[in-house]
């Protein structure tokens, strides 16, 4: 679908752009045309006779024609299909909006003013753009002590960027590998800041992939417990928008004595390297990568328990639960170059993309394609998985009748360089993260910043 759009886009506007500047030039530049400023007329009907241009993208300035709109644009509502455009200017017979963020590729164009509510006759073609942008950071432009995690998103400058979530609000919630950050970033207001970072900071102090809730809202970064029997090994960091996404630390907690005796089996993790939340209980999984230990606790109680050993043991491996499927966790093992999920009630660990100890790059169905050191991976809103691949250097697509693509970056090829997905050049990408537009945020490793593949 990316790839579609990317073609489509290019076939632009710049007739259509030309014609509508010069008639907003001619009609509202003639502020004293009789009858062009009159309020609207309740008594009167609505009417709509045309618009032009007929197509374009987000942004697109178009110009309706019509009777009795009146000179109020609070007044005014006009929507394509479903989606609201910005009313910029009102007059009588005339209007002046702008097209609203991909409202679909046919809209339906409709006129809202007091109780008079008209669709116009013709529709609007929808014209996507799909561009690869830097958000954050500057590559690769600073050393070790010169990074700055505050400040305008010009201005930060990150190191080793590795996981990443995006909460309903599209703020962003990033894991810095060292030295050990957990970032916020909100893009609308163009700030970065730090919203945990320890001091003095240990060797062996590192988060790992985070998750979060089912409401979008609460995530959860796991300390990735390099430490083994030290305290960090079972830690965990919570930021809440109930306290302003200030980190809180917790600790896992193992069953207690008279739960063991009931069958609750006891956990012993290290190397956490993902958290992944499950919305149908509650309950936050993990795993412990050199025993294989699948474990569970719950995001409230923290009561914990191990589910089953010997999982791929000494395999690293990112988790997620599929959005629909509540029972189906997914996981990227890392260094083993596929992704497997794991039936949480049936306990069938089952091979699902890739060829395991194969690395490659190679597209086409899912058990015939190669990835190499896939790291994180995200669902969007139509259930197509994307995965970080990142010694491959680009982000893959396994869409939903099992096909792998590359929908971002030249495979093989490592690089920085913003553009269209297929002009796009990545270095490493580690995290990836969609929100609920389906703009595509990737942790760009190499480079050191936070980049995004916009669909407008």
Known sequence: MIQEKVNNFGNSFPLGFMLCFIMLTLIFSCDNQQGSDKPYDPSLPVTVSTFFPDSGGMASKVIIQGSNFGNNVDDVKVYFNQKQ????????????????????????????????????????????????????????????????????????AYGWID???????????????????????????????????????????????????????????????????GPNRENFYVLDPGSQWAASVRQMIHPSEADQAAGVKDFYVTNKDAFAYNPSDGSIWTRSRESGQMIRFHAKTRKGEAIENG??????????????????????????????TYNVETHAHTLFA??????????????????????????????????????????????????????IGIGGTAGYQ?????EALLNTPSGIAVNLDGDIYIGDNGNKCIRKLSIQ
Request: proline fraction near 6%; charged fraction near 20%.
């Open 85 to 156: 455009a910005a009313v910029i200017s009102s007059k009588s017979d005339i209007m002046y909006v702008l097209v609203p963020r991909q409202p679909g590729d046919i809209c339906e164009v409709s006129v809202v003013i007091g109780t008079d509510s008209v669709v116009v006759d013709q529709t609007f073609r929808y014209k996507t753009s799909v561009v690869v942008t830097t958000v954050a950071s500057k590559p690769n432009s600073l050393g070790d002590d010169d990074y700055i995690y505050d400040g305008t998103l010009a201005e930060v």
């Open 418 to 422: 913003d553009g269209s997905p297929e």
């Open 163 to 229: 996981y990443l979530v995006v909460d309903k609000e599209n703020n962003l919630f990033i894991n810095q590998s060292w030295p050990p950050r957990i970032i916020f970033i909100n893009e609308e207001q163009n700030r970065s800041t730090v919203a945990y970072g320890p001091h003095p900071v240990t060797w062996w102090q590192s988060f790992s992939q985070p998750t979060i809730d089912s409401e979008g809202s609460v995530v959860y970064f796991p300390d990735e417990g390099n430490d083994w029997n």
């Open 311 to 340: 999982i791929m043991p000494g395999s690293e491996g990112k988790l997620l639960f599929h959005p629909t499927e509540k029972n189906m966790l997914y996981i990227a093992y890392t260094n083993r170059n596929c992704i497997f």
């Open 354 to 407: 890739g060829k395991q100890g194969v690395q490659g790059w190679r597209d086409g169905t899912r058990l015939e394609a190669e990835f190499n050191y896939p790291e994180q991976i995200t669902f969007d809103a139509e259930g197509n998985l994307y995965v970080a691949d990142a010694n491959n250097h680009v982000i893959r697509k396994i869409a939903t009748n099992g096909l792998v693509s590359t929908v």
